[in-house]
């Protein structure tokens, strides 16, 4: 067969010429030339089996939610100013402060993680104090536009996109800067998969400044060991819907007590998000505005599933989906962006050399229902993001890496199918958590 123009195909049929109309044929021609005819061969095309409504979501946040939260966020409304919703916010108060590693009280506010990030900003910096914002990626910005926006002077100090911070260059800036009175950073800088050193951080300020440490720990906790009072952490911010498996809706606030007494001195203009407000209701087991009830009886389930497993057992977790991710992109020859050092049990940024995660996106999207998430700001196009946190397990991180396998093949990425999942598979077998 041949083509003559766009829209008919000549067939050969019992050594007879045929013109058919193209939009007759139920496939796409891949063409190829022999003398001066232009031949095409019809492949079938494959048909997408994904179910519509089956979605895979591995981005660093929303993540899925497990069950027994939705059915518990599908609860009868309650009276926000009754019985039932102070014996449940005392319910959550203490796994939260566990999680967090503190000993202090923690606000709960709706509104999204960035809320959380502003909210620790206008509470904790008076006016005419002067802050350094370390900068790891694109969230470590935003806490420079929020301090931006407030007219807040701050200083900068701005790492590599895919590296880890270094305490000793933060402990050496302030010692040419005294007047510093709050470093802010990332915990997990969700834009490159980097976990920062806080503890190391912590450490470093300390040697050489009072100056408060507020950490944006918006993509990790719940995830990563959080130890804010014996590390020496001042506030630490988290989101619902991330590691804690929830619906996006609610900010965690946790500060500590030198904290607290700055919070209540601070004559910086604030009204929804003056934390004192807060932690003055929390004393009575109540919130100052209306609570977002259907995400606390969610956060109710999620923090009894989290205890239910363990919460050493639920760091391994993250830990090992992390190390069966990286394996399996190193077997695949597929470059990380960051080091195994830097690395976030709770994300991972991979930055290919040959190939546009773009297309490599839309291609596993379209056919598998499954989504990973881009980069951002000057990574924008560079690189892709698989989260695994908070509802996601060892078994999920197989079936991911076997269908980016197939995607890449797709791309026309060569590659030896299976080699990445049997490194990922190498990983749990030989160092897995034992059930």
């Known amino acids: 067969m041949l083509v003559t123009h766009v829209n008919q195909v000549v067939m050969r049929i019992d050594n007879k010429k045929r013109v058919v109309p193209r939009e007759s044929l139920s496939s796409s021609p891949l063409t190829f030339v022999r003398g001066e005819e232009l031949f095409c061969i019809f492949k079938n095309e494959r048909r997408i089996y994904m179910l519509p409504d089956q979605q895979l979501l591995r981005i660093p946040g929303p993540t899925p939610i497990p069950p027994s939260v939705v059915r518990a966020m599908s609860q ?7 019985q039932e919703t102070s014996q449940m916010l005392r319910n959550i108060a203490p796994v939260l402060q566990r999680i967090f590693g503190t000993a202090q009280e923690i606000a709960i506010i709706a509104g999204s993680g960035t809320a959380g990030l502003e909210a620790a900003v206008v509470n904790v910096v008076q006016p005419d104090e002067e802050v350094l914002v370390v900068v790891t990626g694109a969230f470590g910005n935003r806490f420079a536009k929020i301090c931006e926006a407030y007219a807040i002077k701050f200083h900068r100090l701005d790492v590599e996109w895919g590296k880890a911070l270094n305490p000793i260059e933060v402990k050496q800036y302030l010692q040419a800067h005294p007047e510093i009175k709050a470093v802010f ?5 969700t834009s490159t998969g980097v976990l920062n050193p806080i503890h190391g951080l912590a450490k470093a ?3 050489v400044s009072n100056a408060l440490i507020i950490v944006d720990g918006v993509s990790c906790v719940g995830g990563v060991e959080t130890k804010m009072d014996d590390w020496g952490i001042d506030v630490v911010v988290t989101g619902s819907q991330k590691a804690f498996m929830l619906p996006p809706g609610l900010t965690f606030i946790a500060a500590s007590e030198r904290a607290w007494k700055i919070i209540e001195k601070n004559e910086r203009s604030r009204y929804y998000l003056d934390l004192a407000r807060y932690r003055d209701n929390l004393l009575k087991d109540t919130t100052p505005f209306t609570p977002a009830l259907s995400l606390l009886f969610g956060l109710e389930q999620v923090l009894h599933l989290l205890q239910e497993e363990g919460l050493e057992q639920v760091y391994e977790r993250h830990t090992l989906m992390m190390r069966m991710t990286r394996a399996a992109f190193k077997a695949l020859d597929i470059p990380l962006l960051t080091s195994d050092d830097d690395a976030s049990p709770t994300v991972t940024a991979v930055k290919p050399s040959d190939f546009d995660p773009e297309i490599f996106r839309k291609i596993l999207k379209k056919e598998f229902g499954l989504t990973v998430a881009g980069g951002q700001q000057g990574l924008s196009g560079k690189l892709f993001r698989i989260g695994h946190m908070g509802y996601c397990s060892p078994a999920d991180i197989l079936q991911t890496i076997g269908v980016m396998e197939i995607g890449l093949m797709k791309i026309g990425k060569a590659i030896e199918l299976g080699k990445g999942v049997s490194a ?7 160092q897995g958590v034992l059930v």
């Open 76 to 82: 009868p409304m309650i009276g926000h100013r009754g």
């Open 205 to 207: 300020v300390r040697e």
């Open 424 to 430: 990922a598979q190498q990983i749990y077998a030989n």
């Open 185 to 189: 950073s990332t915990y997990c800088e």
